[in-house]
C-alpha cells in the first residue's frame, strides 16, 4: 500500500509562486510513477504533470509547460510540483497521485492541498 499526503496550497497572487509537496509512505518511493493532477469546482479532474520512475522523464499538460515543474527526492521519499507564473486558471484542488506500473494507470492518491489564485 501507498498513503500520499499533500501540502504547500495556500493563496498566491497572479504571476507569483508555489511550491507542492508529496511524501509517500508505504512502498519503495523509487518504484513509483509520480503524478499531478488537479480539480476546479465543478470541472473534471485534470492531468497536470507525470515524472517517470528510473528514467525521469517528465510530463505536462500544455497549459503549464514551462511554468510547472515536477521533481522527487528519493532520499525523502517526497515529490514536489513547483508552481511559476500562476494563473487564476491554475486554481483548483491538487492531487499528488502514484502509478505502481508504467501504463499511466493511478492507483494511489493523496487528499488533495487547495491552490488558490488571485488577480
Known amino acids: 500500500q501507498v498513503q500520499l499526503v499533500e501540502s504547500g496550497g495556500g493563496l498566491v497572487q497572479a504571476g507569483g509562486s508555489l511550491r507542492l509537496s508529496c511524501a509517500a509512505s508505504?512502498?519503495?518511493?523509487?518504484?513509483?510513477?509520480m503524478g499531478w493532477f488537479r480539480q476546479a469546482p465543478g470541472k473534471e479532474r485534470q492531468f497536470v504533470a507525470r515524472?517517470?520512475?528510473?528514467?525521469?522523464?517528465?510530463y505536462y499538460t500544455d497549459s503549464v509547460k514551462g511554468r510547472f515543474t515536477i521533481s522527487r527526492d528519493n532520499a525523502k521519499n517526497t515529490m514536489y510540483l513547483q508552481m511559476n507564473s500562476l494563473k487564476p486558471e491554475d486554481a483548483a484542488l491538487y492531487y499528488c497521485?502514484?502509478?505502481?506500473?508504467?501504463?499511466?494507470?493511478?492507483?494511489?492518491w493523496g487528499q488533495g492541498t487547495q491552490v488558490t489564485v488571485s488577480s
Open positions: 508505504g512502498r519503495s518511493f523509487s518504484s513509483l510513477n
Open positions: 515524472l517517470t520512475r528510473s528514467t525521469g522523464t517528465t
Open positions: 497521485a502514484a502509478d505502481t506500473t508504467d501504463v499511466w494507470n493511478w492507483d494511489y
